[in-house]
């Protein structure tokens, strides 16, 4: 068996990834209530019990609200670095001492035969971190609510077989809609969210278009539409001589639904 990756549901209103090894099982994130992850996890055929960790990106709550009640009811331990851990525990309640692990970011563990590397991204949180995964040969990146990509950032998730890459907003909506301005200067701010085209530019520095999938995450309801991040993220592959059909798989996650699972 290789590495299988499932998006459960992204969005403004929560995000939780699963990911399986042949040893491993585990979420990034758990960012709604312990009954609706449950739930989503049995429509891929996933026991909650089956979960070995869940892994925190940074404490806003569309990443956290779960966390504490799964880690209760099935006795999971929570990895986050120190300050993502001194904001979020009064959030998420009490959790056992056991359950409480401390990890640092840009400093490589393992769970089981999963590599995983938190590295530093940049938010309005304490200490955000996105997450590459390395199973054997395979590399997987999960990188969301970071306002700004360095070029740090990007040579360490090259190379990646699947993305799990941020694509908030469209700026013309973001800009005409109807968030007062201090939200809206938050979101385009390099702590706040990649937009559409920023997602496009990213990815046409670091894909080599040798088959990786790519899933648009992260979307905003009110300031994006599905159809337009996935069509302006295309036209960036498309200048950068890809075919979305031949070199490289791109595809959308849903705030409501899980996508399906990729094998690799």
């Known amino acids: 068996m290789g590495i299988k990756f499932c998006s459960l549901s992204s969005g403004s209103s929560g995000n939780c990834q699963y990911i399986e090894t042949d040893r491993a099982r585990v979420l990034v994130d758990a960012g709604f209530s312990g009954r609706r992850i449950e739930n989503l996890l049995s429509s891929i055929d996933v026991c909650p ?71 530093k991204i940049f938010h309005d949180a304490a200490d955000p971190v996105g997450y590459i995964f390395h199973y054997k040969d395979t590399k997987i990146t999960i990188m969301t609510d970071t306002g700004w990509v360095n070029n740090s950032m990007k040579d360490k998730i090259k190379g990646s077989s699947l993305y799990l890459l941020e694509s908030n907003h469209d700026v013309n909506m973001l800009k005409e809609g109807n968030y007062p301005w201090y939200l809206k200067k938050r979101i385009l701010s390099a702590r706040g969210h990649l937009s559409n085209e920023d997602a496009g530019m990213v990815l046409s520095e670091v894909l080599s278009g040798n088959g990786e999938i790519i899933l648009l995450a992260h979307l905003s309801k009110e300031n994006n539409i599905p159809s337009l991040a996935h069509e302006t993220v295309k036209g960036f592959m498309e200048n950068c001589g890809m075919d979305i059909n031949r070199d490289i798989a791109l595809d959308l996650t849903y705030r409501d639904r899980p996508t399906k699972v990729y094998s690799l």
Do not use: C, Q
């Open 49 to 119: 019990t089956s979960i070995d960790y869940i892994l925190i990106t940074h404490e806003h709550t569309d990443h956290i609200r779960g966390a504490g009640v799964l880690s209760r009811r099935y006795d999971i331990p929570i990895l986050a670095n120190e300050k993502t851990w001194f904001n979020m525990t009064e959030k998420i309640g009490e959790i056992k001492a056991k359950n409480i692990k401390v990890i640092e970011s840009d400093k490589d563990l393992e769970i089981k035969d999963l590599g995983v590397h938190p590295f």
